[in-house]
């Protein structure tokens, strides 16, 4: 009879054994894709995040911290010619990538899941073709004459469970007012005003976004880990909504004393918003219509957008139910993530699935995993689940961005490496490999020059180990 001990003194050896296999492999890849690794100066973490869009006008209305920077769009464009055409975003999340675009003279399609997003889009949108000169006066009036104050109405705010309480009585009541005095207004003007709110509801609230979930204030009076979190300063809700008003207005009116609401500039192209998840949208459209894919998924790194959003998402109607069904809705990047029946939702993926199924590296990370949650030493058991739809749901993506895309047309996409339970995992490189089997020629990985950490977690229980963050720039054939 075995008994405990000896296999407690079994499991370490078996570890190192897979590790050592997963290092093994992953060196194989790295040498393999060696001559498409580049090392490039100016991909900043300002480029390829929300950061650089934070001074840029228009852009910098809503603080979208998963997005990329319209800068971005424009360095990838320019340093591989691209300026002509139809460009995809299947995870368009705020729309930076379809309004660089369009901007640019091209015509931008987008496929976005959160009602969030598709908010951000739509207003956007709005206030680029059907607003009018009128309709800026008002909300001029609005901010001089702060109008919700007068409001004779309120309007309930709706909530989830887990947003009770994110605001202060006077900011709550605030908030309930102005949402009174905005559905007096016009659809045009209401929906500016809306999208507004919706920008500064995290800074007059008691939370701040963290990735995996809302982490609340000391002052909000809910129960606190072992050091209490102070967010800072809250804002009143009248200071935060007059600047948000009053910034729309600065980018939106003309540099001159112009009759015209915009001032005269280039030709801009079409932009096109398909709302649900991409795994469901892209096998509806036509072959090869695209000149380019330029994205940026979900990271396969437990951040739930549901929660993080939620704020936003109360506002905009979404029930507890709903709540729940976009959350297996999105490609899976968070613990709670079921897998998907990939052939029920698309017959056509048997090659995508066969791909992954076949891909060395992910299949010692996805047996190591599964060891781990075996023996208890995850923190937390849905992480394999996780791992393994990430990327079989992303080689689906795959397979249909190359069908979509024009031969000859490129694809750009911004990602990061992750690391569980002490394994690093190249998602830059596993991905790429997907690329190439799914008839992609990978062009280059660019390299940000500084490699992110990992989480505190990690490195406090399995050391420091870089991860690198990229933008691949695959080729169709």
Same mark, same amino acid.
């Given at each position: ?17 897979? #590790?050592?296999?997963?290092?093994? #492999? ?16 100016? #991909?900043?973490?300002?480029?390829? $995040? ?20 319209? *800068? ?71 901010? *001089? ?22 605001? *202060? ?122 000149? +380019? ?50 052939? @029920? ?6 090659? @995508? ?10 299949? +010692? ?58 394994? $690093? ?30 989480? *505190? ?21």
């Amino acid at each position: 009879m075995v008994s405990l001990s000896s296999i407690s003194d079994i499991a370490p050896e078996v570890q190192n054994i897979a #590790l050592r296999e997963i290092d093994n #492999l992953d060196q194989q890849l790295q040498h393999h894709f060696q001559s498409k690794f580049l090392v490039q100066p100016a #991909l900043t973490r300002l480029l390829v $995040s929300f950061q650089a869009n934070k001074t840029r006008p228009i852009y910098r209305w809503y603080k979208y911290k998963e997005a990329f920077s319209a *800068s971005l769009v424009e360095f990838l464009f320019q340093r591989y010619g691209f300026n002509q055409g139809k460009i995809l975003d299947p995870f368009a999340g705020s729309g930076t990538a379809l309004f660089a675009a369009s901007d640019l003279g091209l015509n931008a399609d987008g496929i976005e899941l959160l009602p969030i997003g598709q908010q951000i889009i739509e207003t956007k949108k709005a206030l680029d073709t059907g607003f009018t000169f009128d309709d800026l006066v008002r909300l001029k009036t609005w901010l *001089s004459s702060q109008i919700w104050k007068q409001a004779d109405k309120e309007f309930c705010l709706p909530e989830f469970r887990i947003t009770k309480g994110a605001y *202060s009585t006077e900011n709550k009541r605030a908030i309930e007012q102005y949402l009174g005095a905005c559905y007096q207004e016009s659809e045009r003007v209401r929906e500016v005003l809306l999208f507004a709110l919706l920008c500064v509801l995290e800074s007059i609230s008691y939370t701040r976004k963290d990735g995996q979930y809302l982490r609340w204030d000391y002052r909000s009076g809910r129960g606190q880990g072992k050091k209490p979190f102070n967010k800072g300063e809250i804002l009143n809700f009248d200071y935060a909504i007059t600047n948000k008003i009053q910034e729309i207005i600065d980018d939106l009116e003309p540099p001159t004393h112009q009759v015209e609401l915009f001032s005269v500039r280039r030709p801009q192209g079409e932009i096109k918003l398909l709302k649900g998840s991409c795994l469901k949208l892209l096998p509806t459209l036509p072959d090869a219509i695209y000149d +380019a894919v330029i994205t940026s998924p979900p990271y396969c790194n437990r951040y739930d957008y549901t929660r993080t959003y939620a704020l936003e998402l109360a506002l905009l109607d979404v029930s507890e139910k709903g709540l729940i069904n976009l959350r297996q809705e999105m490609l899976s990047c968070t613990v709670e993530n079921r897998l998907k029946d990939l052939l @029920a939702i698309n017959p056509n993926w048997n090659l @995508a699935i066969e791909t992954a199924n076949s891909q060395p590296l992910l299949q +010692a990370i996805l047996k190591y995993l599964d060891n781990q949650k075996l023996q208890g030493v995850l923190n937390n058991n849905g992480i394999p689940r996780m791992v393994r739809g990430y990327f079989y749901e992303m080689a689906c993506v795959i397979q249909e961005c190359f069908r979509v895309l024009k031969p000859g047309a490129l694809l750009f996409m911004v990602n990061d490496n992750v690391r569980y339970s002490g394994v $690093s995992i190249s998602v830059d490189m596993i991905l790429s490999d997907f690329a190439e089997k799914l008839g992609f020629i990978v062009e280059n990985i660019l390299v940000l020059p500084g490699d992110k950490g990992n989480s *505190s977690q990690q490195m406090g229980n399995h050391g420091r180990d870089p991860l690198r963050k990229c933008v691949y720039v695959w080729r169709k054939q």
